[in-house]
């Protein structure tokens, strides 16, 4: 009896002319507006300007491409260089590969420097971004869906994922394999949940919203990458992968642990935006300005017209007092 399965889309890609829209690419940018809107939201909850999550994303994530692309590729090199390979093929970032690992790494370099010229704390615009990031890793993992791509072991589960394609070698894959990029997908809407849950029932702050994010998606993403078959480099029996995420969750819980120590709580929302406060008070000083002459006027009309009625009568009193009836 054939099992109920997942179906994989015929193609990945659709032309309008000779432009191609790539869905591995429209996922990618999906992810990042869903972050910025998000990400936007909380910070102006927590005193920030709305303006300025999507200021500092203009460099973070330019920096988290190339350093998730680069991840991708140091990683994985063996698909890319080597005797039959073209390496030319490490830029085609359209046909799938970024690692979060880099991704979040030079990522936040970018972040650093948009947040130095805003002169925002970088740990609170991280925690305010957090569950935005996590929602984008689970609106990009249905690209790799698209390009049919870092799928488990073969399954004959309900909700398995058929395959069926082409390698670069020639060879034909097909088979019901465990859909991994679904297991991380929901895994990461969980992680944003409880972000958000753990922010407002604990109040977190200078970062630790952001740790609690980097933690709960290791756990995840260790058992996903346990799961995989795609080609990887493997040491003492794990994936490089898994090696990755065991450290990150390690440190991840140290900072969660240390700074809930050193500084519970939230910032101050006074000082997390100052420029923003400052644009936002001087617009205030300019309202109130125009709102001030603006009644100088008004009180400048109501004034004469008393004066104009008086003039009037005086003169009509002269005319009478000079041609009396």
Known sequence: MDIAYIPSPSRGVLYIGPVPLRAYA?????????????????????GGGKHTVGDIAVWAVPFGL?????????????????EGKNPWNAFKIWEGGLGIWGAIALGAVGA????????VPL???????????????????????????????????????????????GEVVTGIYHP??????????????????ADRRFTLGHGRAFALYVAAYTVGRFWTEWLRI?????????????WVAIAVFLAAVAYLVIVGKKRPGREDPASIDPLANEAEAAEGADAKGADAKGSEKSDAKSDAKPSD??????????????NPA
Not at 26 to 43: D, E, M, N, P, T
Not at 66 to 82: C, N, P, W
Request: with cysteine; glycine share 10%; net charge positive.
């Open 180 to 197: 991994t990029f679904l297991y991380e997908s929901l895994w990461c809407v969980g992680v944003a949940a409880l972000v958000i849950w």
């Open 230 to 242: 795609d080609e990887a480099h493997v040491i003492g029996g794990l994936r490089i992968n898994d």
């Open 112 to 119: 650093w420097i948009g947040a130095r010229r805003r002169k």
């Open 309 to 322: 009625g008086l003039a009037e009568k005086l003169d009509k009193l002269e005319k009478d007092a000079r």
């Open 26 to 46: 429209f996922c990618i940018i999906l992810g990042v507006v869903v972050a910025v809107w998000l990400g936007s939201k909380r910070w102006v909850a927590r």
């Open 123 to 169: 740990p609170a615009y991280a925690d305010a971004i957090a569950p935005g990031i996590a929602l984008a890793q689970a609106l990009g993992r249905w690209g790799n869906w698209f390009n049919q791509e870092l799928y488990g072991r073969e399954t004959t589960l309900p909700w398995g994922l058929e395959i069926k394609k082409t390698l670069p070698s």
């Open 66 to 82: 190339v350093g998730g692309r680069l991840y991708h590729v140091i990683t994985d090199h063996q698909l890319y260089f080597g």
